[in-house]
């Protein structure tokens, strides 16, 4: 059973609009929560990192949220850009580990 | 800005045939790391690499993988025996700090392998 959950697996919004991605996990003892974008053929690339103790990180348009109570975290993506089309990838670690718990991914489209 | 190279971008195989995948990481990084993503599925843990050695390693890389770090640059990836289920886009990454100290993780661009 994958330790992280993504939802919704795609969706499809309005250039200059917002939406929610988000993600649930199980994987214990928690250490931080990552939220990358993929572009289509490319590596992931950063966009948080946060930790136990942060609720929230933004970078840029792009707002994560993490509530280590319930295990699940958010992405937020404002007024969003055609170049916003990616997958974002939320990527969990345990502590004293170096591997990372990956998620399918949520496939966000931007249209015009 | 730093990155992390990959080559080749693309390599055709034939079953059985071994193959190389080269990577650069950011040159100041001290762990180095090979994941692979199979066409529409997760990105799965392959190895750690820290200190000249392994440092973990997941059940898929099983002995037809190695991993070697040949000078203070370069890090290969190498699959003995190709087989048709190790088509895939293999990413290397490497991090300055390691990831329990929530260092930053850096993903190249990915060699695709294709196995016939």
């Known amino acids: 059973k994958n330790q992280v959950e993504q939802s919704p697996q795609s969706l499809i919004i309005l250039e200059g609009k917002n939406c929610t991605l988000q993600?649930?996990?199980?994987?214990?003892?928690?250490?931080?929560l990552r939220w990358y974008k993929q572009d289509t053929g490319r590596g992931p690339v950063s966009l948080t990192i946060?930790?136990?103790?942060?609720n929230t990180k933004s970078n840029g348009r792009y707002t994560a949220t993490l509530d280590a109570d319930t295990k699940q975290s958010s992405l937020h993506i404002t007024a969003s850009q055609l170049s916003d089309s990616a997958s974002y990838i939320c990527?969990?670690?345990?502590?004293?580990?170096?591997?990372?718990?990956f998620g399918k991914g949520n496939q966000v489209v931007v249209i015009p | 800005e730093p990155e992390v190279t990959q080559t080749p971008s693309h390599q055709v195989t034939q079953m059985g045939q071994e193959v190389i995948l080269r990577c650069v990481p950011i040159?100041?990084?001290?762990?180095f790391y090979w994941y692979r993503q199979i066409l529409g599925q997760k990105v799965e843990f392959l190895v750690s690499?820290?200190?000249?050695?392994?440092?973990?390693k997941s059940e898929i890389f099983d002995d037809q993988f190695s991993v070697e770090r040949p000078d203070g640059s370069n890090f290969t990836l190498k699959i003995r025996s190709t087989k048709l289920e190790d088509s895939a886009m293999y990413f290397c990454?490497?991090?300055?700090?390691?990831?329990?100290?929530?260092?930053?993780?850096?993903f190249g661009e990915g060699s695709r392998l294709t196995v016939l």
């Open positions: 946060m930790t136990f103790s942060e």
């Open positions: 040159s100041n990084h001290l762990y």
């Open positions: 993600c649930n996990y199980t994987v214990s003892p928690f250490s931080n």
């Open positions: 990527v969990v670690s345990a502590k004293g580990n170096n591997r990372l718990a």
């Open positions: 690499f820290y200190n000249n050695e392994i440092s973990e």
């Open positions: 990454a490497s991090s300055g700090q390691g990831l329990k100290n929530t260092g930053e993780l850096f």
